[in-house]
């Protein structure tokens, strides 16, 4: 079965670190395009970072310097390590695939997401 | 990165037909995607490249493409399409955006 299933979300402190990770089964997540995806409280949905199947990796102005995608092939796993944390990156953090890059631009593939919650 | 916006709210009876509206500057030059999203769950997509529907994705959902704006059309509206929807494109930059979401309620 083709599916994504992301943990390591929690309670941290604004300024503090989390390591995100999202393992996939059933494709292999380094001949795909992996995103992040996150959605605040009540809010809609935000594209975080992106990881191209050739390693290349993208930023949404609202992490950029702060957040960094990886992805670990011997272990078919996607990262997020989030770093200086703040109360307005709380959100459900989804992983997704994008299956067709530039060709395509969508997510086909979504994990069933985790809660990172930033607050003293 | 550009911005597409959508109507925050649609309402519907139940058999009539419901038409979300999405703009955006890069529209003509980039595919749109649909995704539904009901409460407590991650988003499923219900059209790809503004008008292809996805495998298992029912007949009543279509949409279309024109200009600056694409539509998400769904005919027949039941109760169970009672959701949030989102559009999304993509742009030649490595980037991501989502529409700003519209909540369709069934009457």
């Known amino acids: 079965e083709v599916q994504l299933v992301e943990s390591g979300g929690g309670l941290i402190q604004p300024g503090g670190s989390l390591r995100l990770s999202c393992a996939a089964s059933g494709f292999i997540v380094s001949s795909n395009y992996m995103s992040w995806v996150r959605q605040a409280p009540g809010k809609g949905l935000e594209w975080v970072s992106v990881?191209?199947?050739?390693?290349?990796?993208y930023y949404a102005d609202s992490v950029k310097g702060r957040f960094t995608i990886s992805r670990d092939n011997s272990k078919n796993t996607l990262y997020l390590q989030m770093n200086s944390l703040r109360a307005e990156d709380t959100a459900v953090y989804y992983c997704a695939r994008d299956p067709g890059g530039h060709d395509f631009g969508a997510f086909d593939i979504w994990g069933q997401g985790t809660m990172v919650t930033v607050s003293s | 990165s550009y911005e597409l916006t959508q109507p925050p709210s649609v309402s519907v009876s139940p058999g009539q037909t419901a038409r979300i509206i999405c703009s955006g500057d890069?529209?003509?030059?980039?595919?749109a995607h649909w995704y539904q999203q009901k409460p407590g769950q991650a988003p499923v997509a219900v059209i790809y490249?503004?008008?292809e529907r996805p495998s298992g994705i029912s007949e009543r959902f279509s949409g279309s493409s024109s200009g600056t704006t694409v539509t998400l059309t769904i005919s027949g509206v039941q109760a169970e399409d009672e959701a949030d929807y989102y559009c999304?494109?993509?742009?030649?930059?490595?980037?991501?955006?989502f529409g700003t979401g519209t909540k369709v309620t069934v009457l």
């Open positions: 990881i191209y199947s050739g390693g290349s990796t």
């Open positions: 490249k503004d008008s």
């Open positions: 999304q494109s993509a742009d030649n930059n490595g980037t991501y955006v």
């Open positions: 890069a529209l003509p030059k980039q595919y």
